[in-house]
C-alpha cells in the first residue's frame, strides 16, 4: 500500500475533501435546512399546516425564495468581499510569490541561463500535465545562490 506522503494518496485525499465538503455536505446540509425550517414552522405556526400539508410542497416554496435571496448576497459578497479575500490569498500564497519573483528578476535581468531553464522545464511539465516536478530546484535567489530546496 502507498504511504500517506505519496502523491496519489494525497491527491485522492484531496479529491475526497473536495467532493465532501463542497458537493455532498452541500446537499445534505441544505436538505437538513429545509426539514428543520419545515419542522419549526410547522410547530410554531400550526395554521401553517393547512397550507405546508406536505414537506414537498415547502421545499419547493422555500427553494424558490430561498435561491434568489442567496443570489442576491452572492452577488453583493462578489462585489464587495471578492477583493478583500482575494487580496488575503494574494498575501499568503507563496508559489504566486516565487513566480512573480521570478518574472522581476527576469524582467532587470537577474536570471541565470540555469534558473530560465529550470522554470521553462517545470512550466512544460505543467502544461503537459506532468504534475511531479521533484527534483526541479528553486530558482536562484538574486544574489545568484541556488537554493536546492524541491518543488512540490
Known sequence: MASFNSDWVRRRWLDFRNGHSIYLVFAMTF??????????????LPYWAGIFNSIWIFAVLFILAYVPVSIVLGYWHRKSQWKVEQDALFRENKVGAIMWMYVIDLIEGKVSEEDRKLMREALLKITRGETRLYGVKKLSDNDGNADNKKVK
Do not use: C, E, M, R
Request: hydrophobic share 50%; glycine share 0%; aromatic share 14%.
Open 31 to 44: 436538505a437538513n435546512f429545509i426539514t428543520i425550517q419545515y419542522q419549526l414552522l410547522i410547530d410554531k
